[in-house]
């Protein structure tokens, strides 16, 4: 299967650690790639291949993976970290489906 | 620096054609190809299809096979996605993205730089 499950809402108090998981028979053999979007504003990357950050994302954003589930963990949450969160993984056709999306609400 | 612009936003009547344009700069082109992802208002993101900006092999998302074409012209470092027979459930904000992180001796799947969207609207 191409599908890719998100829980729909997460929450965290102001500078605790939140984990945000994606899961999908295809994070078995593919990495997972996670992506930040605010209102109004274009989804921005965080997370790619086993956890490597771009350019200018905080170091509180790190990614792991085990099994089926891929993970993007936010170590002391920023009231700007409030946003979604998309993951994203290739399959076996060479299609990229997104997850559904998990917002984040900051406490 | 490195970016991507996209063409403005377009209001089509149901059974129309849209071709929504992305213009690439400050990096090499045809060394990435270009993924185009949508979202409908209020719903998450929904991954279209890619295109190779060095030989335009395109692989499209099964639901839009026969509707839609990804086209690229190197000339102009430009990348294009048309979408025919327009539905109201084709109402969304498309973006275009880079598909592909260099990783030195490995080539990640990760979308690293995006257009700013167009805005797409289907109505009679």
């Known amino acids: 299967s191409s599908e890719l499950t998100q829980d729909p809402a997460v929450s965290v108090a102001l500078g605790q650690t939140v984990r945000i998981t994606c899961q999908g028979d295809s994070l078995r053999s593919y990495y997972a790639s996670w992506y930040q979007q605010k209102p109004g504003q274009a989804p921005v990357l965080v997370i790619y291949g086993k956890n490597n950050r771009p350019s200018g994302i905080p170091d509180r954003f790190s990614g792991s993976s085990s099994g089926n589930t891929a993970s993007l963990t936010i170590t002391g949450a920023q009231a700007e970290d409030e946003a979604d969160y998309y993951c994203?993984?290739?399959?076996?056709?060479?299609?990229?489906?997104f997850g559904g999306g998990t917002k984040l609400t900051v406490l | 620096q490195v970016q991507l612009v996209q063409s403005g936003a377009e209001v089509k009547k149901p059974g129309a054609s849209v071709k929504v344009s992305c213009k690439a700069s400050?990096?090499?082109?045809?060394?990435?190809?270009i993924s185009w992802v949508r979202q409908a208002p209020g719903q998450g993101l929904e991954w279209m299809g890619w295109i190779s900006a060095y030989n335009g092999n395109t692989n499209y998302a099964q639901k839009l096979q026969g509707r839609v074409t990804m086209t690229t012209d190197t000339s102009t470092s430009t990348a294009y996605m048309e979408l025919r027979s327009l539905r109201s459930d084709d109402t969304a904000v498309y973006y275009c993205?880079?598909?592909?992180?260099?990783?030195?001796?490995?080539?990640?799947?990760?979308?690293?730089?995006w257009g700013q969207g167009t805005m797409v609207t289907v109505s009679s």
């Open positions: 400050g990096y090499t082109f045809t060394s990435y190809g």
């Open positions: 993205a880079r598909d592909g992180v260099n990783g030195g001796d490995f080539w990640y799947d990760a979308f690293d730089i």
């Open positions: 994203n993984s290739r399959d076996s056709s060479g299609n990229h489906p």
